[in-house]
């Protein structure tokens, strides 16, 4: 089993993301290059290293150096513009998993085959008109978030380059259990430490029971879905008992700080999208 395209990427990625702490601008363009690099291969080695680059230096909460005018500058760093549309690393991505499924598509249909009918590509495709036209309209309005018709058109697409992805069963099951489980294992504890919170962390959440069930249901050795479980127990305790906890049920003047600078920020930077 070849990981060593897939270490080498992601170390690549974590250069990138340090980088954005100083040179946020430059470090954007690296990782939107990065993105695009990792994603067009479609091999599951790449997918530590995409995570990875899907958040930002703003998604750090580090003390008295994340006070919001530094982090809402850091965020806003964190794009490019090209012809009035802004780019962030997750757009690229979205772009990228869509332009991949279309070669796919055109270039290798029976990847899909036998396993979903292409009916629902075609409805997939049908989407991108009405999505289009919605952007053009709301920009044209100036409408918040104009962007989002077709940011989630395309990001269905992932659900067909997942398939892309099990072409290759053994490889991708290797790296959930040594690399991405790790990987979001971490990014969970430092989550519920307060040091770090991004709206990928759905995603991260939703990996847990997904990964443990599919495990159990393909009768994983159990030294295999033991990992499974342990990110499975971290994403319910986080999204059910710490989630909840620190920034809902808890009264403003009894939030830790950091939870309350967090809660405040996040409101900022959703505003600036």
């Known amino acids: 089993m070849r990981l060593r ?18 040179l946020p601008y430059p470090a954007t363009i690296l990782k939107i290059i990065l993105t695009v ?35 809402l500058e850091r965020h806003e760093a964190a794009r490019v513009t090209i012809l009035g549309f802004p780019l962030t690393t997750n ?3 979205a772009v990228a998993v869509t332009l991949r499924v279309f070669h796919e598509v055109i270039s290798r249909p029976e ?23 919605a952007v053009l309209i709301g920009k044209t309005e100036g409408r918040f978030s104009w962007t989002a018709p077709i ?15 099990a072409r290759n069963k053994t490889e991708t099951i290797a790296i959930i259990i040594h690399r991405l489980i790790p990987l979001t294992i971490g990014m969970l504890s430092l989550a519920m430490i307060g040091y770090f919170y991004s709206r990928g962390m759905y995603l991260v959440t939703a990996l847990g029971p997904a990964f ?35 920034y809902a049920m808890l009264p403003h003047c009894c939030i830790p ?5 967090l809660h405040s920020l996040r409101s900022g930077l959703l505003q600036s999208l």
């Open 5 to 22: 395209d897939g270490d080498i990427a992601t170390v690549v990625a974590i250069l990138a993301q340090l980088l954005e702490f100083g």
């Open 257 to 261: 700080p950091r939870a309350t600078h």
């Open 151 to 165: 940011r989630d058109v395309m990001m269905v697409g992932c659900l067909f380059y997942g398939m892309i992805l």
């Open 37 to 71: 690099l990792f994603t067009i291969p479609g091999r599951s080695v790449f997918l530590p290293a995409l995570l990875i680059c899907q958040f930002f230096a703003s998604d750090f909460l580090l003390g008295d150096v994340s006070t919001y005018e530094y982090l």
């Open 212 to 246: 443990f069930l599919t495990g159990r249901t393909l009768g994983q050795r159990s030294q295999r879905w033991t990992k499974y479980a342990i990110l499975f127990g971290l994403s319910l305790a986080y999204a059910f008992a710490f989630y909840p906890t620190a």
């Open 111 to 133: 990847t899909f085959r036998g396993i979903i009918s292409t009916g629902w590509l075609w409805a997939w495709v049908s989407c991108f008109g009405p999505a289009l036209l």
């Open 91 to 93: 757009y690229v991505f």
